[in-house]
């Protein structure tokens, strides 16, 4: 459904963007996303499974290469023409959202070479028939939002020990451990982008990022995770079994490391939390529209005054979290050649709002269908399974809150 927005200065090519989206998401993304989550891990993500049509789609449709300036092969959308169609494609599906957006954007935005650019993200952005997929890989068994902590104390614990690790051995590094089952699009992944523990004596803060093929001797990934929510995100482990990497391949050292990761969340979680809103709005839809046609009570909902301050409550939670969410996305966003003016706690307030809210709406849509939202027959109960996972999904909103709090606490000025 079209939607009010408060932005008046929206352009005809912004506007033409989000409707396109909005076609795709539409007619592409929730058919096949509905069809995923009714298979299990290893259906879903087969030959034959229709996720590998709509990745074909989406890469003819540049859909993955949405943040790419128009020299690496992408479209050269401004941020705010970058979230306005993440939030209709998230629209569809929060999940194959996710799934495009796995990428290896950190190869440019964590000072990636000349040489990493034309290996790596040239071809990614060439790519149009979905075969070119990497992953972000940092969570691990033992470890899982403490790795996104960055300006905590536990990030600088030197007792706090990785379990996966890089050792220098002349012009390599040798890698070993494991990363957890989160790892989006791990099982599918041609290459990775890999956070791992190289100075042990500085805790998470002694990482570095790495980029290579995920063909390499010793990598070997596990099976697709069965989750309650978001099954149509593909997500498993992968293993390093004293893989060999050129130091070339190292993007960012542990010197400069946790600075390098709190810019890259700077621009992830706004993203999560515009996914989020999507998700917020795909829930509101349907309980609209069921509320205009069931009669309980002789009218519509619709015409009851508890169903329209709820449907009011939804709505001005989706519209203050859009808010929220897109001016942590495009002021975030508007730096890519100067990250140091990005500011984290916006973005992580973008996302524990975003998806918080999501939460709330897809909840709140449930109880306007009664009996039938609990059902598998109508989509809110896959959209409130989805919100669920959104409240963890990069980095669990509990972590956040807490380093969000702090650096607030540290660094914003008292009024006196």
Not at 180 to 195: K, R, T
Not at 290 to 297: D, F, L, S, T
Request: aromatic share 10%; charged share 25%; with cysteine.
């Amino acid at each position: 459904m079209d939607y009010f927005d408060l932005n008046l200065n929206l352009s005809s090519e912004d506007i033409a963007l989000r409707e396109a989206a909005s076609k795709f998401a539409r007619e592409v993304m929730r058919p096949v996303s509905v069809k995923l989550d009714k298979m299990t891990p290893d259906e879903a993500y087969a030959a034959e499974s229709p996720f590998w049509d709509f990745m074909r789609k989406a890469y003819e449709l540049g859909y993955h290469k949405l943040p790419y300036p128009e020299d690496f092969g992408g479209p050269g959308l401004t941020p705010l023409q970058i979230q306005i169609v993440m939030e209709e494609l998230a629209w569809g599906s929060f999940g194959l959202t996710l799934a495009l957006n796995t990428s290896l954007d950190a190869a440019v935005a964590m000072g990636g070479t000349e040489d990493h650019i034309k290996e790596f993200t040239i071809p990614y952005c060439k790519c149009t028939d979905g075969g070119y997929i990497g992953c972000w890989a940092i969570t691990e068994p033992d470890h899982g939002s403490d790795t996104l902590a960055v300006g905590y104390p536990c990030f600088r614990d030197p007792s706090i020990g990785a379990q996966c690790r890089a050792r220098r051995d002349g012009n390599d590094y040798v890698i070993n451990g494991q990363k957890s089952a989160w790892v989006s699009n791990g099982p599918l992944a041609n290459h990775i982008l890999l956070m791992c523990q190289i100075d042990s004596s500085m805790g998470h803060a002694g990482g570095g990022i790495f980029i290579f093929n995920a063909d390499l001797p010793g990598i070997s990934k596990g099976k697709p995770v069965d989750k309650v929510g978001a099954r149509d995100l593909c997500q498993g482990e992968v293993f390093f079994d004293n893989v060999r990497v050129s130091k070339d391949y190292l993007i960012v050292a542990p010197d400069n490391y946790e600075a390098a990761l709190e810019a890259h969340l700077c621009i992830t979680l706004p993203m999560v939390g515009t996914w989020a809103n999507g998700l917020a709005r795909a829930a509101f839809d349907e309980a609209l529209t069921y509320a205009r046609e069931r009669v309980q009570g002789g009218k519509r909902l619709i015409e009851h005054s508890s169903v329209q301050n709820k449907l009011f409550d939804m709505f001005r939670k989706l519209e203050a979290s859009r808010q929220i969410c897109r001016a942590a996305f495009v002021y975030n966003w508007s730096f890519p050649t100067n990250p140091e003016k990005r500011l984290i706690e916006y973005a992580m307030a973008a996302k524990t709002f975003g998806t918080q809210t999501a939460l709330e709406v897809t909840s709140d849509a449930i109880q306007i269908l009664g009996g039938n939202g609990i059902t598998k027959e109508y989509a809110v109960e896959k959209f409130f399974r989805d919100a669920r996972t959104t409240l963890i999904c990069d980095g669990s909103n509990d972590t956040i809150s807490v380093v969000g709090g702090n650096k607030v606490a540290r660094t914003y000025p008292r009024r006196l």
